[in-house]
């Protein structure tokens, strides 16, 4: 029910967007009841003179402040705590516990440290990303011009007031540049402009007026004259209007609520569930097995469990998410501090390597917020420099005869192209400003050396300037032809028409216009950003291919690509009337050869994000409005410049200083940057630690000792684990980053099963040079020799897997030392100098016998062969894959 208030004693009724009501406020039916002036001033309790500051004071209280619901920002603890549910980092924690439970304290420790390290580098990464958000946040904070009064007999006063203040029934002023504050129904509004595009898309703007002829509401809200929204700017003109909703009841907050679902499943955690599922399958797999077969065939019960439990960790990538969180750590702190690139959640930086199309919209990203002259055309179609000579005479004349001087964007791209001297000539005698229903604007000036006669010189839409002129039907019909081939190539067209007057004294009408000689017209196109080309060909060498989702016109769409040399077929392009009738099927096949899709609703573009991602595409999304969120949200990665609306920047996981395709290159060379790291860790240690399992429970069938006590086994891992700490420092080659980093988990299965098996061939090979040596003078102990002969050779084929398997590296390494290189050679000197050393007796090694160096080399070499030649294989289907892609 309608509320009144004690200031007042008037009813408030504030129209909102949606269905649901605030406490104390009717609803009222947004569409088509947009409310007159008065009717807007009496439900809302008051007048064009704005509220008292007791009036306002008593609705802040009670409708609260101007703002979208907060945000809450998460603590460095829930931070942490939400890395802890990581499922790999799960998987290692069981493990940790398992070790624990039996007794193995050491394993424990280590894997519940490593534990922690992960989540606290993670944390701090997000937590640091927070703090650099909350930074841009306070970068963007605006105020707004409103009228207050002291009391009610007060003469009311214009001041600013930071816009969250703002209350339903305040009465505000807008000028160009400025940023409507809330909903707004205008009061009165002159020469008034709007971009809507953070609502809609729509890169022109769009005339406002605040009159009170109703308008059909088939079109939907925004295409009411009458009404400014939040979140819009004023491209031209000024108005003064009275705020009608504020806060959460605001359509920028409803399109907010409709983005605000779940995030979809990315590419890193689709890769991170695949692989831990995996990794989970053999852990489970091992300990009973080598339970039963150790009970089978060698009499041997509970006691090997401590054993069975260290196999099982040593199958186990336990450096995995300290590694993957420094390497996306590192990345994005690079990123943000030479790109000005935040990334707020780190492993959005893999999806951005991942990343092989790039949505976005065309207004800002590949042009400018404004358009620049093309062509100037005289009545015949042919170049005629005189009609943008009388054009530049109208712009400039209208904003300095106009009452505001407010110039609009196509008079400043035909202001940029004059002589301000020749235009200064003129005498300026009138101006009849544009308007939105004549769609035209005059000039009238006075030529020199012309006494007596007066010049009027009339600018704006086609068919509106044809009408006025003194033309045969015929030729008007050829005009309109002439016009309608250039707008058809994408361009706006403006005509230009002028005629001579005797001067008089009294003032200028609409009704002047008319009789006029036909000039030409001027095209004009967006104009293109700077960096725009050069960063779509980068992005094309990286295998990134763009998607352009728009609200404009198909053909302004289509003229942006061909100026930036993007290929575009007829077929290329599907509009919202298309795509409406097309099942989801359908749409996925199309998306793949669809270029542009123009007209596009929000609904539209997440559809069609939905559509990519289900066509195999790792996809990324870049946008800045509020219609931009549901298809941010339903990307692998969803990117927002500083300069986005709040809402849209706080859903993205990737902000940019400024809305640069530059910037996003970078952003993918890093990404792929790690990810390459990432992928190049996990193929080398699980394929190393796949062989080691299949070889120790060979070896525990063969021997009547255990292959290795579980101290060694946790040694060895240990120092295998931190020897690959380098990848997370590690320069791949530049060849390796033009494609799109992708980790699946099927791939990653192959290589290490085919790999795992070449090293558990090098082991079982070792078992037969053990074999011969331990049958040479002065051996010793069988067991300890086979434990300290195993653990050698177990530490120098890691080192030579790590030099081995870094495909794409050898050419980059001839620049400089690699830091894998460093690490592999300090693991192949621990594995040689350990069982020697004095710490050996206590690990249960001991001294080697000289014969088995000799031995092993010949094991080692014939090995890094295999490993060569398998990867050289590797390597070149890999290369088949990616021309066939």
Known sequence: MAETTAASGQHVEVPGPTAVSAPGMEEVPPEPGVPTVLEALSRLGSSPRGLTEAQAEERLARFGENTPAARREASWPRLFTRSLRDPFTAVLGCLGLVSAAVLAWGTASVILLLVVVSCVLRASGEHRADRSMAGLRELVATTATVLRRVDEDSVPKAREVPADELVPGDVVRLGPGDIVPADVRLLRAGALTVHQAALTGESAPVAKCADDVPRGGGEGMFSQPQLCFQGSSVASGSATAIVIATGARTWFAAAHDRGAGGRETSAFDRFVHGISWILIRFMLLTPPLVLMAN????????????????????????????????????????????????????????????????????TGTLTRDRP???R??????????????????????????????????????????????????????????????????????????????????????????????????????????????????????????????????????PADERGLTFRGAITLRDALAPTAADALKVLTDQGVTVRILTGD???????????????????AVLTDERIDGLTDAQLVELARSTTVFARCTPEHKARITHALRSAGHTVGFLGDGVNDLPALRAADVGIAPQGAADVTREAADVVLAEKDLTAIAHAIASGRHAGQNIATYLRITLSSNLGNVIAMLSAGLLLPFLPMLPAQVLTQNLCFDAAQLAFAHDRPHPAVLRHPTVLRPRDLLRFITGFGVL????????????ALALHGPGTGDDEAVFHSGWFTENLLTQALVMLLLRFGRRTAERRGTSPVTGAAAALAAVGLLLPPSPLGPSLGLT???????????????????????????????????GTAR
Not at 309 to 314: I, K, S
Not at 347 to 360: N, S
Not at 390 to 407: D, G, H, R, Y
Not at 422 to 445: C, I, K, N, S, W
């Open 372 to 374: 620049v002259v093309d």
């Open 847 to 881: 001294v080697l016998p000289g014969s088995y160096y000799p031995l092993l080399a010949a094991v080692l070499v014939l090995y890094a062969v295999g490993l060569l030649a398998a990867g050289a294989r590797y390597e070149r289907r890999r290369a088949e894959r």
């Open 295 to 362: 009970a089978a065939l060698r009499g041997r019960g509970l006691e090997t469990l401590p054993f069975a439990v260290a196999v099982a960790v040593g199958l186990t990538p336990e450096m995995l998410p300290v590694l993957v969180t420094t390497c996306l750590a590192r990345g994005a702190a690079l990123l943000a501090r030479t790109h000005q690139v935040i990334v707020k959640r780190l492993p959005a930086l893999h999806d951005i390597g991942a990343m092989d199309v790039l949505c976005l919209d065309k």
């Open 376 to 509: 100037a055309l005289g009545p015949d179609g042919s170049d005629d420099a005189d009609v943008l000579h009388w054009a530049a005479v109208n712009a400039w004349w209208t904003l300095q005869l106009a009452e505001l001087p407010a110039p609009d964007a196509l008079d400043e791209a035909i202001l940029d192209t004059a002589d301000e001297s020749e235009l200064m000539a003129y005498d300026g005698v009138a101006a009849v400003p544009f308007d939105p229903h004549r769609r035209l604007a005059t000039a009238v000036v006075r030529t020199p050396g012309r006494l007596g006669t007066h010049t009027l010189v009339v600018k704006g839409d086609v068919e509106a300037v044809l009408e006025r002129c003194v033309l045969a039907e015929e030729e008007r019909e050829r005009l309109r032809v002439l016009a309608a081939r250039q707008a058809d190539g994408g361009l706006r067209v403006l005509a230009v028409a002028t005629a001579e007057r005797p001067a008089r004294a009294r003032a200028y009408t």
């Open 553 to 571: 016109h198909p053909r302004t769409a289509a003229r942006a690509c061909r100026d930036l040399g993007i290929p575009l077929a007829e077929e």
């Open 759 to 770: 090293n558990a061939v090098a082991d079982l090979a070792t078992f037969g040079v053990l």
